[in-house]
Structures are given as C-alpha cells and as structure tokens.
C-alpha cells in the first residue's frame, strides 16, 4: 500500500463550488505539505503542518483552506474554485529532522471549469 | 524568499553524461535537495547536499558550492527511463523546501 494516498485522484468541478482535496499518510511522520504545480513553474506550496496544531500558509495560500485532523489526515479546501485554480495538486510528508527529504502523494488533477 | 534557476530543457543520448545546474539566491540556507518526477506521476527525492563537495549514488550525482549559491546534479551513463523532470530545491532555515521550475531531460535513442 501506497505511504501517501490522496483523493480524489481526478476531479472536475465549476466556478464557485467548493471542494476539498484528501490526504492521509502512514508514514507516522510530523510534518505534511500541499504544494501545486503548473506547466513551466515547478511546485509551489499552499500550506504546511509541523504538527496537529500547527498550520503555516505558504507562498500561494489565497483563496485554500486546510485542516489537520490528525497526525496522518491533511486536508486541502478551495472555498470557491476559480479557473486558475486548475492544476495538479501535491500533498508531501516528512519527518520533523528531514525536511529535505518529502514524501509525496500520486497527485491530485483539478479542472475548475 | 528564494530564488532558484535551472535551465528548462536538456536533450541527450543513451549512454551520455547530463549535467543540470542550478543557482540559487536563499536567505538562511541549509541545504540543496534535487528530486525526479517522471511525466504523469510524484515527485521523488534523489539526493541532499547540506556540505559543499559531491555526493554519489550510483548514476547520480550531486554538488554544491555554498559560496557560489550553486550545485548541479550529474546524469551519467543516461538511460531511456532517466527521461523526466528534475527539480532542484532549497532548504532554509524557515524549514521548507523552495523548488525550482525543473530541466525536462529527454533521452534518445
């Protein structure tokens, strides 16, 4: 079984929905990460948890959500999707001692029409 | 913030030796991280390098230079399956990772 799962795997939603990407892991570790990534710009970070109560906005937090239910759920919403919201999203776990070394889920492929 | 450069694309044979720089302008660094993510699927980590000098592991290989802001990951022996994306990333000491936008290596037959 995969270490980092997320669902849904593909999804297509329209302007102005809300949807929320999953992501657990089993990995036990701390730390778990949302990146995006767009043709040409490489993975960009959402936000990130050190740990159940702690959550830190990234470089490109406007207009997402998350929540951190437990050590190995971290969840990714966007309030009212947009279409430039359209991309292919990351989730990532690390241990605390290692944050160099990321985890990462199969992704996660949005279209927001 | 960061900033970290590395050229878009590199085209090689089978069999050849690909070198894939990157700059960096970082506040606070810790280290540099290169990972490898095939088309369609996750990234994966490859290497660290947290001291100047290189590291080996098998075909790959890494450097970096802290006084330059510079490191580069070494390709050698290419196979067809080293066809993918690489992307260098910075740690610093805000305890993230800051990618660049990655060198699409092609390898041909």
């Known amino acids: 079984d995969a270490d980092v799962t997320q669902t849904p795997r593909n999804r297509i939603t329209k302007t102005g929905k809300r949807i929320m990407l999953e992501c657990s892991q089993t990995k036990g570790h701390d730390r778990m990460y949302w990146y995006r990534q767009d043709p040409g710009l490489g993975l960009r970070l959402i936000y990130y948890s050190f740990d159940v109560k702690d959550i830190n906005k990234g470089e490109i937090s406007d207009g997402y959500s998350v929540s951190r239910q437990a050590q190995a759920k971290f969840s990714l919403s966007l309030e009212s999707a947009i279409p430039n919201q359209t991309a292919l999203y990351f989730c990532?776990?690390?241990?605390?001692?290692?944050?160099?070394?990321?985890?990462f889920g199969p992704g996660t492929r949005l279209l927001v029409l | 913030g960061q900033s970290l450069e590395q050229p878009s694309e590199v085209t090689a044979v089978e069999g050849a030796i690909v070198q894939i720089n990157c700059t960096y302008q970082?506040?606070?660094?810790?280290?540099l991280s290169w990972y490898q993510q095939h088309d369609g699927g996750a990234p994966t980590f490859l290497s660290y390098?947290?001291?100047?000098g290189l590291e080996e592991t098998g075909r790959f290989s890494s450097f970096l230079s802290r006084s330059d802001s510079y490191g580069y990951l070494l390709l050698q022996e290419l196979q067809m399956k080293d066809s993918a994306s690489y992307f260098c990333a910075v740690t610093a000491n805000d305890y993230k990772l800051s990618f660049g936008a990655g060198t699409t290596v092609t390898v041909r037959a």
């Open positions: 970082t506040s606070g660094f810790y280290g």
């Open positions: 990532a776990t690390s241990d605390s001692g290692a944050v160099e070394t990321q985890y």
């Open positions: 390098n947290a001291l100047d």
